[in-house]
């Protein structure tokens, strides 16, 4: 299983950036996806998840509104528009399947 995600970087507050997650070495299209983050000194959060064919998704509760996950699954590919980004999203950002595989993450960081 290999996941590279990309896509992260330094945003003012406000302003917007994709993520995307290469997938590689499983059935992508059959699994379930999730991406996680670690704020500075924290533990590792679930952000939002995607079924298989996603047209179910879910969401926690302080990007509800903001974030949207989706995947295309003829280019094994997961993603995460992240929208009004705020301080609090500053984090390293990680994708993942429901059996503990994830990727090496990448950096989000929102200051002005």
């Known amino acids: 299983v290999q996941l590279v995600e990309s896509g992260g970087g330094l945003v003012q507050p406000g302003g917007s950036l994709r993520l995307s997650c290469v997938a590689s070495?499983?059935?992508?299209?059959?699994?379930?996806m999730n991406w996680y983050r670690q704020a500075p000194g924290k533990g590792l959060d679930l952000v939002c998840s995607i079924s298989n064919d996603g047209t179910t998704t879910s969401y926690t509760d302080p990007v509800k509104g903001r974030f949207t996950i989706s995947r295309d699954n003829a280019k094994n590919t997961l993603y995460l528009q992240m929208n009004s980004l705020k301080s609090e999203d500053t984090a390293r950002y990680y994708c993942?399947?429901?059996?503990?595989?994830r990727g090496q993450g990448t950096q989000v960081t929102i200051s002005s």
């Open positions: 070495g499983f059935r992508f299209s059959v699994s379930y």
């Open positions: 993942g399947d429901n059996f503990g595989n």
